[in-house]
């Protein structure tokens, strides 16, 4: 896979198909291949770029902690070495903090934004804390079981289908999960989140644990005129858990907004 050398940091990334970009940003403790399962089920004609966060995937590891800022600007200069001007940024949970900041900062290179499974602000800063300082202490496994708890359902669970992905967690790197923690605990977008007005579209999983679906209507409630869809039966991640409803959701938008 390409590396993009940017000035202090070597990002992962794929760059696949042409026509209207298309940019998706994962989860914490996950890496690019989170969109495997919805990319191929996506209409013709889009170029689909999806990229490694910093201390994921095969992307750098720079020591934590990292800042939000920091991350955007990961995003933003992806996108500028790649040549990329009005794309449609999909962002989950972590991916979608990125999103917000990437639109609040460079209206130039998102025309419009699916933010699924997150919010203005996810959680409190000491449970982010606590939560890097058991990584730091003991490594991934300190919360690879209770992660699985928060991003699935228990019938997904007792299938046995989460394993694989308690897996890609337990392959994250410390240092890369602690910094990350650090940013997603510093960050507070309500206010400027508050003030986009682009086309939006944002999901939420009827059983997800970790960005409870009246948390994420109430973000969605703070960009003027954006579109709140459940996805029901679905956890934390729409992409593994319900594929077909997350690309047909995408799709969707992507054509009524005239991307495709």
């Not at 940003?25 to 004609?45: E, I, K, R």
């Not at 919010?119 to 490594?139: F, K, L, M, P």
């Not at 392959?171 to 940013?183: E, F, M, S, T």
């Amino acid at each position: 896979m390409p590396l993009a050398f940017l000035p202090d940091l070597r990002l992962n990334y794929r760059d696949e198909g042409s026509g209207a970009p298309v940019v998706f940003s994962h989860a914490l403790g996950l890496d690019l291949t989170m969109w495997d399962a919805v990319l191929p089920l996506l209409p013709p004609g889009l170029r689909l770029i999806r990229y490694d966060h910093r201390g994921h995937g095969g992307s750098d590891v720079p020591a934590p902690p990292y800042t939000m800022g920091a991350l955007v600007r990961d995003a933003e200069r992806l996108l500028d070495h790649l040549g990329v001007k009005d794309c449609v940024f999909v962002g989950l949970s972590m991916g979608g903090l990125v999103a917000q900041g990437l639109a609040v900062k460079r209206l130039d290179l998102v025309r419009g934004m699916v933010l699924s499974n997150t919010a203005a602000r996810i959680g409190i800063e000491s449970q982010w804390q606590a939560r890097a300082q058991s990584v730091a202490d003991t490594g991934m496994e300190a919360v690879a079981d209770a992660t699985m708890e928060r991003w699935f359902s228990r019938r997904f669970r007792a299938e046995d289908r989460h394993l694989p992905w308690r897996e890609r967690v337990m392959a994250c790197q410390p240092d890369g999960y602690v910094g990350a923690c650090a940013a997603i605990g510093g960050t507070d977008f309500y206010t400027p989140t508050a003030s986009l007005t682009l086309p939006t579209l944002v999901l939420s999983g009827s059983e997800d644990g970790s960005t409870p679906p009246d948390l994420v209507r109430e973000t969605a409630e703070l960009i003027a005129g954006a579109e709140f869809r459940l996805l029901r039966g679905s956890g934390h991640l729409p992409p593994v858990d319900a594929p077909e409803a997350f690309a047909e959701a995408l799709s969707g938008f992507l054509r009524r907004i005239g991307h495709v």
